[in-house]
């Protein structure tokens, strides 16, 4: 076989792809840093050259995911799409009907939005129509991540992968994709599963509390504090005559002063330097810092005291070294980047300085992280487990940027879909335009941009070129051939797919693209097919990750909110991936081969 006649380079690139699997299967190392060790190697074994190791990074594709990013944020801070909620959600009980209203407009959004933040957005509307309907939220979250993944597959902004995809093609000399390649793909599939889960998929979905209702936690009652600034105007007013006793959403536990605790009363008189300790909605403490007079007890992780940052609920697993040990002992600050703004003990009472109780399994920490605490935790289950970004009414929504927002968002569009100019280009001037408009500030879109992402992107397509130029890629490419001989290339074709899917279901998407895709396109030549059809199933593929929660971050996101177990994934996800597969495999032979 032409694989045993490879060069040492080949078989040096095979050893590397094998350990970095293993390293993506088993976690060893985040998948940036993975990819980056991998492509490392390669270079100091001079099988890729500098150039060949570092192309990625000036890959149009790179800018065009960063831009987006951007104009997400953009979009999503100023609320531009909360004109949708009235269509989404109705007072009916009707779960086919809400599935319907929800999933297609979903799926409509995703296609030129990250899905990531689109979930993020919905998950709290669809858990308060739970609550107000009686109806399981678990009967719509599974939907929700899905219809927002296959959205992805509707164009090429869905998602990242696909803007991989692409800038690899156009980095081996072909074609890139075209804006709506994918839509003849990604449309019949995204009608099909929706059709799937409002006749027949509602029926296999459990009827599920939360694994915050199950242990009787809500999400919004928790212990929080702030401080009595110098020379605060409430110095020397009672609790009652600050208006601390009328509080709708929380109310005061007790006041620390030095060393003592202090039961709150409506006749104590404040003094400087006292923290307050409440019980209540977190959103009380955005309320009470809008008060002249009050400080935060904790800094911001900026150094300020910017509310911009997102907020996360971590619940502390069994395994985890904080069992015991207090915020402080371990030095939560640094050893774990976020910024713990509040915790949830059942049926206790906490009394002393957060930053100094001893902590329990099961308390859950109301943390303020940047973006990406959720993914980079959920992946370490020794420490938390139910990490998911917490509805979260900070900052305050820009409604009126709104409308600007939403013309910027449509000029990228539309811009990019008539090849007024590259993806790349529109992204970064509707990235441009969503700062200079002041729909999101400079520190804002800085957030928004996932680095580690881009950073897997540009190594991604580095070690899709070693799989190149060593000639690893065409011996795959040309055993695939083999082995589908005489069954025509829609067999080479459906092979790709299959291959690519299960790998997606391992490691990360964007990973299991970058892997496949120099595979497919050497096996295309071998057929004698265009490269398309080949980067289409690829791309494809590599989104269609249903059957496992951590196959895909809005799978994880929505597992906890919806009280969901690994088997549902895989109960459910199964014939969703049956069905992805058969439609992609059939569009692409019809239109492409």
């Known amino acids: 076989m032409m694989i045993l006649g490879l060069g040492w380079q080949a078989w040096l690139t095979v050893l590397v792809v094998v350990l970095l699997l293993v390293f993506l299967i088993r976690e060893i190392a985040r998948p940036d840093l993975s990819l980056l060790g991998a492509v490392g190697i390669l270079l100091a074994f001079g099988v890729l050259t500098p150039e060949q190791a570092f192309a990625g990074f000036s890959n149009s594709a790179l800018l065009a995911v960063g831009a987006l990013f951007v104009v997400a944020a953009g979009v999503q801070r100023t609320g531009a799409l909360s004109f949708m909620d009235r269509f989404l959600f109705s007072k009916s009980k009707n779960v086919r009907a809400t599935l319907l209203r929800l999933m297609l407009p979903t799926a409509a959004m995703s296609a030129f939005l990250n899905n990531t933040p689109i979930v993020a957005m919905l998950m709290p509307r669809v858990q308060d129509w739970a609550r107000k309907t009686g109806i399981p939220a678990s009967k719509m979250l599974i939907p929700l991540s899905y219809a927002a993944i296959i959205g992805g597959m509707i164009t090429l902004i869905g998602t990242s992968t696909n803007l991989l995809v692409s800038g690899f093609l156009q980095s081996a000399g072909y074609p890139p994709l075209g804006f709506f390649d994918l839509t003849w793909v990604g449309l019949p ?29 809500h999400l919004g009652q928790c212990f929080f504090e702030v401080r009595v600034s110098d020379r605060s105007p409430v110095v020397g007013l009672t609790v009652e005559e600050v208006g601390l006793r009328s509080l709708r959403d929380a109310y005061l536990v007790h006041v620390r002063r030095g060393d003592h605790i202090i039961t709150s009363s409506p006749e104590l008189v404040l003094q400087s330097g006292d923290t307050l300790t409440f019980l209540g909605n977190l959103s009380v403490l955005d309320q009470l810092l809008e008060r002249p007079g009050f400080d935060r007890v904790v800094e911001s992780l900026d ?28 030095d939560f600050r640094k050893n774990y980047n976020g910024v713990v703004l509040g915790i949830r003990r059942k049926d206790e009472m906490i009394e002393g300085p957060l930053g100094r109780i001893p902590l329990r399994a099961g308390d859950l920490l109301l943390i303020e992280a940047h973006n990406g605490f959720d993914r980079k935790w959920n992946a370490r289950r020794d420490e938390f487990y139910l990490v998911v970004s917490r509805r979260d009414k900070r900052p305050k929504k820009k409604s009126g940027k709104a409308p600007l ?8 569009v539309l811009l990019a879909a008539l090849d007024v100019m590259p993806i790349a280009t529109s992204a970064f001037l509707g990235a441009l335009a969503m700062i200079g408009t002041r729909c999101l500030t400079g520190r804002e879109a800085r957030q928004s941009v996932d680095v580690s992402l881009l950073v897997v992107i540009g190594a991604a397509i580095g070690l899709g070129s070693a799989m190149e130029v060593s000639g690893l890629a065409a011996a795959l490419g040309g055993s695939i051939v083999r082995i589908s001989s005489g069954l025509g290339p829609v067999f080479v074709v459906a092979a790709v797919y299959v291959s690519t899917s299960i790998l997606t279901e391992l490691i990360t998407n964007n990973a299991a693209a970058v892997l496949m895709l120099p595979i497919g396109l050497a096996a295309a030549a071998d057929v004698g097919i265009s490269p398309i059809p080949m980067a289409v199933a690829v791309a494809v593929a590599a989104s269609a990750s249903f059957m496992t929660p951590i196959g895909y971050q809005t799978n994880l996101m929505v597992m906890s909110a919806g009280g969901y177990r690994f088997s549902d994934y895989l109960r459910t996800g199964t014939f969703v991936n049956l069905t992805v597969a058969v439609t992609a495999i059939t569009v692409i032979t019809l239109k492409w081969l």
């Open 189 to 217: 599939t995204a009608l099909a599963v929706t059709v799937y889960f409002v006749l027949v998929g509602h029926r296999f979905l459990p009827e599920r509390k939360s694994a915050s209702d199950s242990q009787d936690v």
């Open 303 to 330: 150094g300020g005291t910017s509310q911009t940052l997102p907020l996360f609920e971590a619940v502390v697993s069994s395994e985890s070294q904080l069992v015991g040990r207090t915020l402080r002992d371990v």
């Open 405 to 412: 927002a939403l013309i910027i968002l449509i000029l990228v």
